[in-house]
C-alpha cells in the first residue's frame, strides 16, 4: 500500500505564490507517476500537472507557465511538489495528490486534500 499526505495549502492574494507537498511512504517501488488534481465548488475534480518515474512532466493549459511540478525521492519516501505562482482566484479548489502504478494501470492512492484558496 502506498499513503500519501499532503501540506502546504492556505490563503494568498492573487499573484502570490504557494508551495503544496506530498509524501508518499509504504510501496513506493510500485509507483509510477504522480499527479496534483484539484476540484473547486461544484465542479469536477481536473488534473493539474503529473510527473512520471523518469520525470516527465504534463500540466493543464490553465496552470502553463505559472505551475511548476517536481519530485524527490529518498530511500523510503518520494516527495512530490507543486509550486504556485501568480496565483489566480480560479485557483482556488481542494488540490489531492495521487499515486498511480504502470502494471497494471491503476491509481494506487489519494491524498486527504488541501485547501488552496486565493483572494483578496
Known amino acids: 500500500q502506498v499513503q500519501l499526505v499532503e501540506s502546504g495549502g492556505g490563503l494568498v492574494q492573487p499573484g502570490g505564490s504557494l508551495r503544496l507537498s506530498c509524501v508518499a511512504s509504504?510501496?513506493?517501488?510500485?509507483?509510477?507517476?504522480m499527479g496534483w488534481y484539484r476540484q473547486a465548488p461544484g465542479k469536477q475534480r481536473e488534473l493539474v500537472a503529473r510527473?512520471?518515474?523518469?520525470?516527465?512532466?504534463?500540466?493543464a493549459d490553465s496552470v502553463k507557465g505559472r505551475f511548476t511540478i517536481s519530485r524527490d525521492n529518498t530511500e523510503n519516501t518520494v516527495t512530490m511538489y507543486l509550486q504556485m505562482n501568480s496565483l489566480k482566484p480560479e485557483d482556488t479548489a481542494v488540490y489531492y495528490c495521487?499515486?498511480?502504478?504502470?502494471?497494471?494501470?491503476?491509481?494506487?492512492?489519494w491524498g486527504q486534500g488541501t485547501q488552496v484558496t486565493v483572494s483578496s
Open positions: 495521487n499515486a498511480g502504478s504502470l502494471l497494471p494501470r491503476q491509481v494506487l492512492s
Open positions: 509504504g510501496s513506493i517501488f510500485s509507483i509510477y507517476d
Open positions: 510527473i512520471t518515474r523518469g520525470g516527465s512532466t504534463d500540466y
